[in-house]
């Protein structure tokens, strides 16, 4: 029987494939394959949408954490665009398979885990989802206290501040009910508006402070190129780690993209561009106001605050709007789908998002921002240990064992191919803990410091190697001959045919 249908790269089910898996405890409106007329995201949406999430304030003073540890400003600006040059490929390779078969991240994690390990991967995403949740509530909510405190008397209310950031908090959430294609056309017009307002930044910056002031020519605090390499390593495993959540749920977003093309594209020339010259304003600003107010003010909200009534007015609606666009795409879908994916005839995305916006809360954001250590090797390094193993995993299944290609209704149905039995994949753990177990080895070892420093590079080739060797001509591995059995080829003017018939595909 044929339940697929394969068009111009792109897979989706038949009828009968639909009617085999509709009724599977695995299957619900927001994890299933999406349709052909779903396929409908342009490059200029996926730009968007990484404009959106790379205009944050995190971006903004990332390069302040690798200065205040000595780099000068190129150094800082060079690792991050260099980390995320490094994160868009495992970020391609993971968008190609949400691309062609339509599939969310916890779907495809059943992929290599299992139907019931996938809860494992999507879990440890939703986990690390939720934390830059609270983190990005946190300058939100920053914001809004300043605004707040500035035209009336907020700040005299006892613990107005955390009042601020629960307001924040539960907007975002509330926002999240409408789903991916409000994100879609939030991004759309929110993207211009936040470049606009940060070359408005830059533009005031360099006007009052006549140039960027003594920042920019202060030099590294480095003696040698050892001691510069010692810490490189270590902001370069962070500047990855950054972005390594997009990295494996991009399917969550890929899976409506119009072609292969449009999503490589509108990726390539968004992501790394962005968050280079966002981090380089950061800089150029907050040297500015050395110059302008006698101390370096990173900060954003804080700067906010020396500003007319009408600059923070407007200023505050920037940083919530930068806020809300990363936050809602970045960090609610992720953990909201995992977390539908527990019970998906139980649980809704909605109830999945206000139980990601608790988690938030619980994993203290105020104490991860409390200084950049925290923020820069806690935070970014530890989870980067944690998904580097995983993208490794997702990526080494797909294109080295699988050569993508796979049966989609096995992925909705218990005791199938996918199930392997008992609904976990047990290579795929085995090299999940090998892959955390080798980084931390550098965490006890002495002498062996480099493989924690690089945790994320680590897991990542550890995992992906012991799993392609051990799943190699694995029985859930479908042969090119069993593919072309269930899947039915079709030309353009064929599928046209069928739309114009009425027919959804």
């Not at 940060?198 to 202060?218: D, E, I, K, V």
Request: proline letters at 5%; glycine letters at 10%.
């Amino acid at each position: 029987m044929q339940t697929q249908v394969e068009q111009n790269g792109i897979v989706t089910l038949t009828h009968e494939g639909e009617a085999l898996i509709k009724d599977s405890p695995l299957w619900n409106e927001d994890l299933r394959p999406t349709t052909t007329l779903e396929h409908h995201w342009t490059g200029y949406n996926f730009a968007s949408l990484w404009i959106g999430m790379a205009i944050c304030i995190p971006t903004y003073t990332m390069a302040a954490g690798l200065i205040s540890i000595g780099m000068n400003w190129w150094q800082a600006i060079l690792t991050i665009v260099l980390g995320n040059l490094i994160v868009l490929i495992p970020i391609l390779l993971s968008s190609h398979a949400g691309t062609k078969f339509g599939i969310p991240y916890p779907v495809f994690a059943r992929l290599w885990f299992g139907t019931r390990g996938a809860h494992i991967p999507s879990l440890a995403r939703a986990l690390v989802g939720a934390g830059w949740f609270g983190i990005n509530c946190w300058f939100g909510g920053a914001a809004l206290d300043a605004l707040l405190s500035s035209f009336t008397s907020w700040g005299s209310i006892p613990g107005h501040l955390g009042i601020a950031f629960a307001i924040f908090l539960s907007l975002n959430v509330l926002i999240a009910y409408f789903g991916p294609e409000a994100i879609r056309v939030m991004e759309a017009w929110a993207a211009p508006i936040l470049v606009i307002m940060a070359l408005a930044l830059l533009g005031w910056a360099f006007t009052s402070a006549g140039g960027f002031g003594p920042m920019l020519s202060a030099p590294s605090k480095f003696a040698t190129t050892s001691d510069f390499l010692k810490i490189f390593f270590p902001a370069l495993t962070g500047a990855v780690a950054f972005w390594a959540t997009l990295a494996l749920n991009i399917p969550d977003f890929c899976r409506y993209a119009k072609s292969q093309k449009a999503q490589i594209w509108g990726q390539t020339l968004s992501l790394p561009t962005t968050m280079g010259a966002f981090s380089f304003i950061g800089v150029a600003v907050a040297s500015a106001t050395v110059v302008i107010f006698g101390e370096a003010i990173w900060d954003p909200t804080i700067l906010l605050a020396k500003f007319p009534p009408f600059v923070i007015f407007l200023g505050t609606i920037g940083i919530v709007l930068a806020t809300l666009t990363t936050n809602i795409a970045a960090n609610i879908v992720a953990p909201a789908r995992a977390i539908e994916n527990i019970l998906p005839r139980k649980i809704t995305f909605g109830m999945g998002a206000i139980i990601t916006g608790l988690i938030a809360v619980l994993m203290q954001p105020w104490y991860l921002l409390e200084n950049f250590g925290n923020y820069l090797f806690v935070w970014l390094g530890t989870y980067g240990a944690l998904l580097g193993p995983i993208e490794g995993i997702a990526i080494a299944d797909y294109w080295l064992v699988r050569r993508r290609k796979l049966a989609l209704v096995d992925l909705y149905q218990r005791n199938s191919r996918y199930d392997y039995g008992n609904g976990f994949n047990s290579k795929a753990i085995y090299a999940l803990l090998l892959g955390i177990g080798a980084s931390l080895l550098g965490k006890v070892i002495p002498g062996m410091a480099f493989l924690w420093e690089n945790a994320w590079f680590v897991g990542l080739f550890v995992s992906g190697f012991l799993y392609t060797y051990w799943m190699k001509e694995h029985e859930s591995v479908i042969s090119d001959q069993y593919y072309d059995s269930i899947t039915r080829y079709q030309s353009s003017s064929q599928a046209q045919d069928r739309t114009a018939a009425g027919i959804a595909e």
